[in-house]
Nanobody, 116 residues
Framework: QVQFVESGGGLVQPGGSLRLSCAAP????????MGWYRQAPGKQRDLVGD???????TYADSVKGRFTVSRDNPKNTVYLQMTSLKPEDTAVYYC??????????WGQGTQVTVSS
């Protein structure tokens, strides 16, 4: 089983930026599409954006133009650059595989809070 470790969350004011990281040490990371997901209190976990092994990305409409997913395969790390953050972006953010129809065990996630 792959273990994902998310980091980089925090408290940021509306309009601010954060960069999240997700490490998957020891995995065959580069073979898989990877996704960033988020879950707000009382809501389901949704896909924010994903990236294929070759670097093609897709995004949820709510974050298009503001969030960017990237990856560094040799480092087994995927990133989520978030800009122009809004209060509705507040959630716990997770990474996991994408486009496979299944997930590995979820990590602890990283909390992002957008508030003035």
């Amino acid at each position: 089983q792959v273990q994902f470790v998310e980091s980089g969350g925090g408290l940021v004011q509306p309009g601010g930026s954060l960069r999240l990281s997700c490490a998957a040490p020891g995995s065959s990371f580069g073979l898989y599409a990877m996704g960033w997901y988020r879950q707000a209190p009382g809501k389901q976990r949704d896909l924010v954006g994903d990236i294929t092994s070759s670097g093609t990305t897709t995004y949820a409409d709510s974050v298009k133009g503001r969030f960017t997913v990237s990856r560094d395969n040799p480092k087994n790390t995927v990133y989520l650059q978030m800009t122009s953050l809004k209060p509705e972006d507040t959630a716990v953010y997770y990474c996991n595989v994408a486009r496979l129809g299944y997930f590995h065990p979820w990590g602890q996630g990283t909390q992002v809070t957008v508030s003035s």
